[in-house]
Each structure stands twice: as structure tokens, then as C-alpha cells.
């Protein structure tokens, strides 16, 4: 007998299955797929000019004398006020730096190359003449000859100090002029300048002022004291008195206190002797002649 075999049922999956199965591992990923290309549309580009500022602009008003608003009609092409790229911060960092290529070349201010003298003379003889040329100082003219050698060696035995000096002594004394002017012979010669009179009477004015001052200060002060009569120095003479009797009473009175235990005791002995003393000194002035005393009193 034969024996049957049996073959392994097939299975299928759905699309969904199978994706899900493979983990990323397909034949069909070997093969990327074609780049979609995006079609782009054609760049916008304005029919106004990129310069052209906006209607009725108040951005350009600030520090100008233009009105609050600009381009009303929206038919300009320029801003009203012309940018300041750097009127506020300055430039950038940097900016003011020299350029280190563009530094002075050689000739750049003379204008070019500075030609020697030969070739000066070769090319532009006429710029070595002089324009002006000194007088000699010799008779005939011109530079001394080759052949002419200057006189040397010369040596003098003469005194110049002793020789000058015989001859100031000996010389005849200078002839004046007749039309010299003789400055002895002027009007005003000896006499005392007019501005200084007039610096005379300003002093004297000023001095006279400053003792007018003085005499009014010191009157000011006489009127003020009067000299004190007999009457009233001796009436101030007998009140003094009879106050230094009374004072010097009340002084005897506790003199019979040996012990000052309290400080009333000793207050009382201090001002007696002080009023005293006091009262002695006012006795000695007034005992004096020609006393001055207030007005007012």
C-alpha cells in the first residue's frame, strides 16, 4: 500500500497583516521611492519700488521740519528725510578702523616718483635755473678766480682796547645841527605837569574828605558823653558810702561765726565780701576829677 502524505495547509494574509509582520524588512524598501517634486510658484515681486516710503508716514518727522505726515498722495519714490545709518549709536564696531591696505604709498604726496638730479637735468633743465639771482659783492662781478688765493697768516701788534680808547679821549665833541630841535627851549620845560596837578587836587580832595569823616565821627562820639558836675559825683559819693556802711554791717554781723557749717553760711560771707570789694573799686573811680559819662544818663 501506498500512504498518503499530507501537505501543510497554505495560509493567507491580507496586506495589512503582512505589513505588520515584517518589521520594517520588505523587498519593497530596497527600491526607495521617487523624490515627489514640489512645484513652486513664481516668486511675488512688487510693482513699487522697494524705496518708495509708505503712505502717510509719520516715521521720518522726528528732528526735521517736515509736517507730521509725508507722502500723503502715496506718488513719492524717496523718503521725505534721508536715513542716518549711524546719527544715534554710531557706526559698528570696528568701522572706524584705518583700512590696513589703504596706507601711504611712497611719492603720494609729492605725486609720483622723486626724480634725482640727473634726471632733472635731463628731462627739465629749465626747473634748476634761479629765478632770482644775488648781487656780487665784488668790484668786477662774479666768483673770485681759481688763481686768486686769499691773503693769510696776517698778524697786528695793535692794542684794538688801548686804541680805542685814546681815540674817544681825543675825538672832537659832535657838532650839533642847526635844525636840530632844542628840547631845553620848550615852554613847559621845568614846569610841573597839568595831569599832575590835577593828581594833587584828588589826593587833597580825598584827604580832606577822610578828615571831614574823622571830625564828624568824633563829634558823634562827644555828644554822645558829658563830663559828670561836682554835684552829682558827690552825691554818688555819699550813696556808695552809706551802701558800704550797710554791706559792711551785715559783713560784721557773722564775723563772730567761726564755723561756717552750712552753705548758706558761706554764700552769705562771699557775697558781702565781693560787694564789698566792688563797692571800694566804684568809691576809688569817682573819687577821681574830670569824669565822662554818658549822655543818656
Same mark, same amino acid.
Given at each position: 500500500?501506498?500512504?498518503?502524505?499530507?501537505?501543510?495547509?497554505?495560509?493567507?494574509? +491580507?496586506?495589512?497583516?503582512?505589513?505588520?509582520?515584517?518589521?520594517?524588512?520588505?523587498?519593497?524598501?530596497?527600491?526607495?521611492? !521617487?523624490?515627489?517634486?514640489?512645484?513652486?510658484?513664481?516668486?511675488?515681486?512688487?510693482? %513699487?519700488?522697494?524705496?518708495?516710503?509708505?503712505?502717510?508716514?509719520? %516715521?521720518?518727522?522726528?528732528?526735521?521740519?517736515?509736517? #507730521?505726515?509725508?507722502?500723503?498722495?502715496?506718488? /513719492?519714490? *524717496?523718503?521725505?528725510?534721508?536715513? !542716518?545709518?549711524?546719527?544715534? %549709536?554710531?557706526? @559698528?564696531?570696528?568701522?572706524?578702523?584705518?583700512?590696513? +591696505?589703504?596706507? &601711504?604709498?611712497?611719492?603720494?604726496?609729492?605725486?609720483?616718483?622723486?626724480?634725482?638730479?640727473? =634726471? &632733472?637735468?635731463?628731462?627739465?633743465?629749465?626747473?634748476?635755473?634761479?629765478?632770482?639771482?644775488?648781487?656780487?659783492?665784488?668790484?668786477?662781478?662774479?666768483?673770485?678766480?681759481?688763481?686768486?688765493?686769499?691773503?693769510?697768516?696776517?698778524?697786528? +701788534?695793535?692794542? %684794538?682796547?688801548?686804541?680805542?680808547?685814546?681815540?674817544?679821549? #681825543?675825538?672832537?665833541?659832535?657838532?650839533?645841527?642847526?635844525?636840530? !630841535?632844542?628840547? #631845553?627851549?620848550?615852554?613847559?620845560?621845568?614846569?610841573?605837569?597839568?595831569?599832575?596837578?590835577?593828581?594833587?587836587?584828588?589826593?587833597?580832595?580825598?584827604?580832606?574828605?577822610? /578828615?571831614?569823616?574823622? $571830625?564828624?565821627?568824633?563829634?558823634?562820639? @562827644?555828644?554822645?558823653?558829658?563830663?559828670?558836675?561836682?554835684? =552829682?559825683?558827690?552825691?554818688?559819693? =555819699?550813696?556808695?558810702?552809706?551802701?558800704?556802711?550797710?554791706?559792711?554791717?551785715?559783713?560784721?554781723?557773722?564775723?563772730?561765726?567761726?564755723?561756717?557749717?552750712? &552753705?548758706?553760711? &558761706?554764700?552769705?560771707?562771699?557775697?558781702? *565780701?565781693?560787694? #564789698?570789694?566792688?563797692?571800694?573799686?566804684?568809691? $576809688?573811680?569817682?573819687?577821681? /576829677?574830670?569824669?565822662?559819662?554818658? +549822655?543818656?544818663?
Amino acid at each position: 500500500g501506498s500512504s498518503a502524505v499530507t501537505l501543510p495547509q497554505t495560509v493567507s494574509f +491580507s496586506g495589512d497583516v503582512r505589513c505588520k509582520m515584517d518589521h520594517g524588512e520588505s523587498i519593497y524598501n530596497i527600491i526607495p521611492p !521617487k523624490p515627489i517634486v514640489q512645484e513652486r510658484p513664481p516668486m511675488h515681486k512688487s510693482k %513699487f519700488p522697494g524705496t518708495q516710503p509708505p503712505t502717510a508716514s509719520t %516715521f521720518h518727522t522726528k528732528g526735521s521740519s517736515h509736517p #507730521l505726515t509725508g507722502n500723503l498722495d502715496g506718488n /513719492r519714490n *524717496e523718503k521725505p528725510v534721508p536715513d !542716518k545709518s549711524h546719527s544715534g %549709536f554710531g557706526k @559698528a564696531r570696528g568701522a572706524y578702523a584705518d583700512d590696513p +591696505s589703504n596706507y &601711504m604709498k611712497k611719492g603720494d604726496k609729492t605725486g609720483g616718483k622723486v626724480m634725482t638730479l640727473a =634726471e &632733472m637735468k635731463r628731462s627739465n633743465p629749465e626747473a634748476l635755473v634761479p629765478t632770482q639771482l644775488k648781487h656780487s659783492t665784488r668790484a668786477h662781478g662774479g666768483p673770485p678766480p681759481r688763481s686768486e688765493q686769499p691773503v693769510m697768516n696776517l698778524v697786528s +701788534s695793535k692794542n %684794538f682796547v688801548v686804541a680805542n680808547a685814546v681815540e674817544v679821549i #681825543l675825538a672832537a665833541p659832535k657838532k650839533q645841527s642847526e635844525g636840530a !630841535k632844542d628840547y #631845553l627851549k620848550k615852554e613847559d620845560y621845568g614846569k610841573v605837569p597839568k595831569y599832575l596837578e590835577h593828581i594833587k587836587k584828588d589826593i587833597d580832595a580825598e584827604y580832606n574828605y577822610i /578828615r571831614e569823616l574823622q $571830625e564828624q565821627r568824633e563829634q558823634a562820639e @562827644a555828644d554822645r558823653i558829658r563830663p559828670l558836675s561836682e554835684d =552829682e559825683r558827690q552825691q554818688l559819693l =555819699e550813696g556808695l558810702k552809706a551802701k558800704w556802711e550797710q554791706v559792711n554791717t551785715a559783713y560784721q554781723a557773722g564775723t563772730h561765726v567761726t564755723k561756717l557749717d552750712t &552753705m548758706g553760711k &558761706m554764700k552769705r560771707k562771699e557775697k558781702n *565780701e565781693a560787694e #564789698l570789694s566792688q563797692i571800694e573799686k566804684d568809691i $576809688e573811680k569817682l573819687s577821681k /576829677r574830670n569824669i565822662l559819662i554818658g +549822655s543818656e544818663y
